[in-house]
Each structure stands twice: as C-alpha cells, then as structure tokens.
C-alpha cells in the first residue's frame, strides 16, 4: 500500500533532506514552500525521476492563516491521506532583546506554532491511524543561548507541545514526536555565521562528536520517528546536536 507524506518547508535544506529519505522509502509526497516556485518545481521533478514517485509542490506561507486553508483544500480536492505529517518549515528572527517588536514576536510565535497547531487540528481527520506527525523543535529550545530569544521560545514551546498533544492524538491513533537539531550546516548557515560568527565558534567547540551538523543527519531522525520502526515512540523529542545539549 502506497503512503503519503506532507512536509511544510520540503523543497530545500533540512525538507528538501527529509522528503529525499521518504521518496527513497517509497512515500508519495506533498512538499509545501514559502517563495521560489522554481526552486520547488526542480525538486519536485527531481524526486519524481529518482524514486518514480508522487510529488506534488504547493505554496504555502506559514505566516499566513490562509495557507491553513489552502492546504486543506489541497487535500481534499486530490483526495489524498497521510501517513505522515512532517511540520519543518520554521521562522526566525535575530533581533536583538532591545529591538524586537511585538509584530515580529507574533510572526514568529505565529509560524513556529500556531500554525502547525491549527494546521493539524484542521488536517487531522486525513490522517491514517497509525500514523505519525513529527515536529522540528530546536537545541535553542532547550539550551540557554542569546542567538533569537522569540527562536528559542517558540522551539521551547513546540517542544512542550508534542507533550502534551500526545494525549489528544490518541483518539486518532497517531504518534507525535520532534526532533531537535543543533547548529546545522544548511544553505542559511553562513548568513547566521557572519552574525554570530563568536557565539557560534564557541557552541561548536561544545560539541561532543566534533562536527557540525548536516541536513541529512536530520532527515535520519525525521524518517525514523515517521516509519514503522518508530512505532511503539511517542512524547519525545529526539536531540539531533552532536551530543551538544549535554
């Protein structure tokens, strides 16, 4: 039997790196984007010759509740059922305590997560039971850092989520986990560098494995906690960092 995944965010960096273990799982996909059609377009043809899969590319900006509905229309006018949901699109913003505005707080408290809350909650019935959701928190979520305070938050926040919508999903029959990567190595790394270039020296010389972390060490995890091996998981959020929370 086929199966179907939603990734938010799945046409580049660490989405682009999931729905590329999930294509070679075998998953037909929904990758969703914020702008760059193009960039979406190429991996969406991409995906299909390599694996000889569905993929559908649809834009979607999580900072908008409309994108809500416009998911949900998707689904409903391809009919289409999940196996999982994968919610990795995020936002940030690197303003300093002293600068930030209240809007961009919201904007940020909106996509990391309200979005996928009210996301879910409206998508939740096209499910399969048995199936999986799985979150991106953060190690900013959990460790102290002065990088982004509404990031960190937000990340926190997400994290106390998959607690507590454990419960909720059970009447669904569906697992709900998060992964939470450290300092990873994507196409936005070398902005966050040029910023924070000190700060980030010194959390990598706090990394027990010695490396930074790549897109497909995350995509690891994600395919994991969505797959059947992961099927007696639920409630936790799986640190992908180096061993860097410790």
């Known amino acids: 039997m086929e199966k179907c995944a939603l990734i938010t965010g799945g046409t580049k960096g660490i989405g682009k790196a999931v729905a590329l273990c ?14 760059d059609p193009g960039m979406a377009e190429q991996t969406r043809e991409g995906l299909q010759q390599q694996f000889g899969i569905n993929v559908s590319v649809l834009q979607a900006d999580i900072t908008k509740k409309e994108s809500i509905d ?14 999982a949901l994968i919610f990795n699109a995020g936002l940030t913003c690197r303003d300093s305590f002293e600068d930030l505005s209240l809007t961009d707080w919201e904007r940020v408290f909106f996509a990391n997560v309200h979005f996928p809350v009210f996301l879910l909650q409206r998508i939740v019935g096209r499910i399969n039971k048995g199936g999986s959701v799985v979150f991106t928190g953060s190690l900013m979520g959990i460790q102290p850092h002065s990088v982004s305070l509404a990031y960190g938050v937000t990340k926190s926040a997400v994290h106390a989520l998959v607690k507590n919508m454990v419960k909720f999903l059970v009447p669904y029959e569906l697992r709900v ?26 959390r990598i010389s706090r990394i027990a494995l010695g490396r930074l972390g790549t897109p497909q060490d995350v995509a690891n995890a994600v395919s ?11 409630g936790h959020i799986l640190g992908v960092d180096g061993c860097a929370s410790i």
């Open 70 to 83: 416009k998911i949900d229309a998707y689904l409903q006018e391809k009919s289409l059922l999940l196996d």
């Open 224 to 234: 994991f906690l969505a797959s059947d091996r992961a099927s007696y998981i639920s």
């Open 22 to 35: 999930l294509g070679k799982a075998g998953y037909n996909l929904v990758l969703t984007y914020a702008s």
């Open 177 to 202: 986990n998060a992964v939470a990567p450290g300092i990873i190595k994507t196409e936005r790394f070398e902005e966050l560098y040029e910023a924070n270039g000190d700060k980030i020296d010194n």
